[in-house]
């Protein structure tokens, strides 16, 4: 093959690729003139997807048809009078009003103690016993008055005789009755020492009759009801104004709360009072504040508060813990209806009527209830028109729709 021959083949196949680029040029320019139809079909198609974006940009509202709209009944929020109520952490005290401390009139030794903590005792029972210098010489002091008071009581009537015999005149007659006098009374004072020291009645009687010492002397108790401390050991020397025992009665106890500084001045005396006890279950006391402190502890920055109950059954145990709710003052609030509260993540919400069967789903923030209605603090104002019957069904076709 000669060169010339190459030229003329490469030189074809030129043209024809030339050719070749001239066609497709010319499809793609037919083919033009169908391309503005496309935006008529991507506006079609993008009316659901706005419109389905529209129904989900407000999750909390849902909107019901006419007939179901009257399913649900609305009012508007109103103020109403309510009932304070505070609860107060509290603990059980023994009444102080029924409360004896009791010690030993003397100084002595403790040789033996006859009563411990949670014993029931009686008024005049025997708590310990101790032997003591001071009660030997009380006694002797007594022996000597009675020992003095008979002398002065046989010198008076030798004196009596004497002066019916003109032996002695009157004058003498008076000062020994005056010695007599003088002499009993001692005698009293030694009587009422040894009662001080602890002797009963009849022990004074039976010393003053025999002459025989006691070498003992009962601490007793001056009060009916049982024993809630004791610091008195065997061998022991007790000093007279040390508190051996305390014995109370517990048939009425306290029940002592504090308030933060800030509600003081939320509660008044004679305000009614509930108790809960955790140990008693459910069982309610009930009661009213007798006692309010002048002043603030400066530890806790509490006001110290107490009421009273009765404790027939001896169930209230001193130091158990307690709660008082404190009810009774009233004052004008914002509240709603409980059955228009919907509970959902750990928050309250009502469903605020926005339009004709239309409702929305707002948060609001309530205190504690106050019988059937739920105080509010924040979230609505007066006159909002609120779902106050079947919120819970309304909340479930807001779900439901929201699902969809």
Not at 34 to 42: G, I, V
Not at 264 to 293: D, M, T
Request: proline share 5%; aromatic share 2%.
């Amino acid at each position: 093959m000669t060169v010339t021959h190459l030229h003329r083949i490469a030189s074809l196949a030129v043209c024809c690729f030339a050719l070749t680029l001239a066609g497709c040029g010319k499809e793609d320019t037919a083919k033009k003139p169908a391309a503005p139809a496309a935006p008529a079909t991507s506006s079609a198609s993008s009316a659901p997807a706005a419109s389905g974006a529209r129904k989900k940009s407000d999750p909390m509202e849902v909107e019901l048809n006419a007939e179901m709209g009257k399913q649900f009944r609305v009012e508007a929020a109103q103020m109403a009078s309510i009932a304070i109520s505070q609860k107060v952490v509290g603990r059980i005290e023994a009444n102080e009003h029924r409360t004896t401390r009791i010690g030993a009139s003397v100084s002595g030794r403790v040789l033996q103690v006859m009563a411990e903590v949670g014993d029931r005792v009686k008024a005049g029972q025997a708590l310990a016993r101790l032997a003591s210098p001071e009660l030997t010489n009380a006694q002797l002091a007594y022996l000597r008055a009675v020992s003095s008071t008979k002398l002065a009581e046989r010198s008076v009537e030798r004196a009596q005789q004497l002066v019916l015999a003109d032996v002695i005149g009157n004058a003498e007659l008076q000062r020994r009755e005056v010695e007599l006098s003088v002499a009993r009374a001692e005698l009293r004072a030694a009587s009422d020492q040894l009662r001080l020291i602890g002797m009963a009645p009849a022990a004074i009687d039976k010393l003053r009759e025999t002459g025989a010492l006691a070498s003992e002397v009962p601490i007793t108790s001056t009060r009916t009801g049982i024993v809630i401390e004791r610091k008195v050991s065997q061998g022991q020397v007790a000093q007279p104004g040390d508190p051996l025992f305390t014995v109370a009665d517990l048939s009425n106890v306290w029940v002592v709360g504090a308030l933060p500084e800030q509600d003081a001045n939320s509660v008044k005396l004679n305000q009614r009072v509930e108790v809960e006890v955790a140990a008693l279950g459910q069982q309610v006391l009930r009661g009213k504040i007798v006692f309010i402190s002048d002043t603030v502890q400066t530890e806790t920055r509490t006001v110290p508060i107490r009421t009273e109950v009765d404790n027939p059954k001896f169930e209230l145990k001193p130091q158990m813990l307690a709660t008082l709710r404190l009810n009774g003052l009233f004052v004008d609030q914002l509240a709603i209806p409980a059955a228009a509260v919907v509970r959902e993540n750990d928050k309250d919400y009502v469903f605020v009527k926005v339009a004709d069967n239309r409702f929305r789903l707002t948060e609001v923030q309530l205190d504690p209830p106050a019988g059937e209605l739920r105080p509010v603090r924040k979230g609505i104002d007066i006159g909002t028109p609120i779902v106050v019957d079947g919120s819970f069904h309304l909340n479930s076709q807001r779900k439901r729709a929201e699902l969809e």
